[in-house]
């Protein structure tokens, strides 16, 4: 595998459902995020982490729970979602060191329904 | 707060045309970056350039150009000789940067011009 990899690809969940999105790098960064894409609205931030640590969650309701192992794979547990959530859910990483120019590397996105 | 604006929502072109994706961004951020990504119907944004703020040079490669203008605060992205396989989504970026040039990792979007080209 190279760069960035998200599974499913696709995902139908009804509103009782618990599902869990996946994201794996295999860039050796250490910073990766999720960000949400929605037909009526630009690409949203949601989370970033930086060396496993959480540094950012941009007012995200809590049905929405991220965990990051280690720098290398990302997740999002869904739960209780509703229909307005359904989107393009986007990984991506970076390399993030002090005075160095980065660039976010995105996965394909899980597509995501909820009925 | 930053934001950034892609007035054209769709352009259409057929094949061989020249087309120009307008960007125009709000910071007050002296050094920041700015990005293009594509986003072909699969889904992946595809990273296509990073623009340092204090680095106004205009960049070619291949059939793709990036004119920089920070004095109108636009960086403007034009394709030549457009083919089929340029159809996608085209997302124009701005990243803040702190004072010892670190990215906050923080990417605001533009909306995406949907450009078409028809052979």
């Known amino acids: 595998e190279t760069g960035v990899t998200q599974t499913p690809r696709h995902l139908v969940m009804g509103m009782t459902n618990k599902k869990s999105l996946k994201c794996e790098q295999h860039?050796?960064?250490?910073?990766m995020y999720w960000y949400k894409q929605s037909a009526k609205k630009p690409l949203e931030l949601m989370f970033v982490?930086?060396?496993?640590?959480?540094?950012e969650n941009n007012s995200v309701p809590s049905r929405f729970s991220p965990e990051c192992p280690n720098s290398s794979h990302l997740f999002l547990h869904l739960h209780t979602l509703q229909p307005e959530d359904s989107a393009l859910y986007l990984c991506?990483?970076?390399?993030?060191?002090?005075?160095?120019?980065?660039?976010?590397?995105f996965g394909p996105g899980t597509r995501l329904l909820v009925l | 707060a930053q934001k950034v604006t892609q007035a054209q929502t769709e352009i259409s072109v057929v094949e061989k045309e020249d087309v120009t994706l307008d960007c125009v961004y709000e910071?007050?951020?002296?050094?920041?970056?700015l990005f293009w990504y594509k986003q072909p119907p699969s889904g992946e944004l595809v990273f296509l350039i990073r623009?340092?703020?204090?680095?106004?040079q205009n960049e070619i490669s291949g059939r793709y150009s990036w004119n920089f203008q920070k004095s109108t605060s636009s960086f403007n992205f034009t394709i030549t000789a457009s083919q089929v396989v340029d159809s996608a989504v085209y997302f124009c970026?701005?990243?803040?940067?702190?004072?010892?040039?670190?990215?906050?990792?923080?990417?605001?979007f533009g909306q995406g011009t949907i450009l078409t080209v028809h052979p």
């Open positions: 991506a990483s970076s390399q993030r060191l002090a005075g160095l120019q980065e660039t976010q590397y």
């Open positions: 860039l050796g960064h250490n910073a």
């Open positions: 982490y930086n060396f496993k640590e959480q540094t």
């Open positions: 910071t007050r951020d002296t050094t920041y970056y």
């Open positions: 623009r340092n703020s204090f680095d106004e």
């Open positions: 970026a701005l990243s803040e940067v702190n004072a010892g040039g670190t990215s906050y990792g923080k990417l605001t």
